[in-house]
């Protein structure tokens, strides 16, 4: 890999303005620019069905500051969980601009309790990048971490949180699993370049002809062997590769992968006061 990121200007690259939001459990492959990111996204449900249990959504808000990502996995794939998909993607929908976005995780995780009747689950990320402080925070239940690329560095790692200390009760589960789970979020700040990769399991969980599972460490090795200023696509090459790992066969699973690249662009100016105020109601520290 090289130091300097240079994924493809799309000429068609969509753009999201206030208040607007984008996505859903079909298939999906396109680029996408909000204030302060252009964003890659891929979504192929499992067996060239319509939809699947794979959701992904994009939005802004926050007179443009805000921009917020959901992306979910539902336990299974195919037609057969469309419905509880569709319930899902309505309360991510009906959530997505709040604020706060552990009240949006535990939402969801209620509205999934009672869609899901105990026969299914859903592992989910929420993040929230504030342009004009450049924070992206995430909130994971349970889902695969994201890899983060930090362009200085030239390297890329796992992006988890240290677990919070003694919780009496479970945290970050999976959604669908307890009813009262508490949800918790992280920050790390964006540089110039940087990017984070956000996909679910049907990339780690992709077997090879033999059977074995390119697991996470496999994953993290096939994206740290692409160049990033070389690759026409990197999102792209990322299938090629797991085409080829799999000997050209399908993965078994649906699969979602957003490639998402501060590109430095300027977001409107907050006051010092709005930035205080919108930066401690994304990190739940003053009340909503």
């Known amino acids: 890999m090289t130091s300097q ?18 996505g859903g459990n079909k298939a999906y492959d396109g680029a996408v620019s909000v204030p302060g990111i252009d964003s890659w996204i891929f979504s192929q449900p499992y067996g060239g069905d319509e939809s699947g249990g794979d959701i992904h959504y994009l939005s802004v808000c926050g007179g443009s500051k805000i921009t917020r990502l959901a992306i979910a996995d539902v336990s299974g794939h195919g037609g057969g969980v469309g419905e509880l998909s569709r319930q899902l993607r309505n309360s991510m929908r009906r959530y997505i601009n709040r604020a706060n976005q552990t009240q949006i995780v535990r939402k969801l995780n209620r509205s999934f309790l009672k869609t899901a009747d105990g026969t299914h689950f859903a592992t989910a990320i929420v993040a929230t990048f504030f342009a004009p402080s450049k924070d992206l925070i995430i909130c994971n ?9 930090r362009a200085a560095q ?11 200390e003694a919780a009496e009760s479970a945290a970050n589960l999976p959604l669908g699993i307890i009813s009262e789970t508490e949800f918790y979020q992280f920050a790390v700040k964006l540089q110039v370049d940087d990017q984070v990769l ?16 390119l697991g996470q460490a496999g994953l993290k090795s096939m994206v740290e062997s692409i160049e990033v200023n070389a690759t026409p696509n990197f999102i792209n090459e990322l299938r090629n590769r797991l085409t080829e790992f799999c000997g050209g066969a399908d993965s078994g699973d649906d699969i979602t992968a957003i490639l998402i690249r501060h590109n430095a662009a300027k977001a ?3 006051s010092v006061g709005e930035t205080i105020k919108v930066i401690g109601k994304l990190l739940h520290l003053v009340k909503v």
């Open 5 to 22: 990121t240079q994924l493809p200007a799309v000429a068609d690259k969509r753009r999201l303005t206030c208040m607007e939001i984008m």
């Open 141 to 149: 239940a349970g889902h695969p971490p994201p890899l983060l690329y």
């Open 154 to 164: 030239n390297t890329w790692h796992e992006l988890s949180p240290d677990e919070p």
């Open 198 to 213: 956000f996909y679910t399991d049907g990339l780690p969980e992709a077997a090879d002809p033999e059977g074995k599972m």
């Open 268 to 270: 409107p100016r907050p």
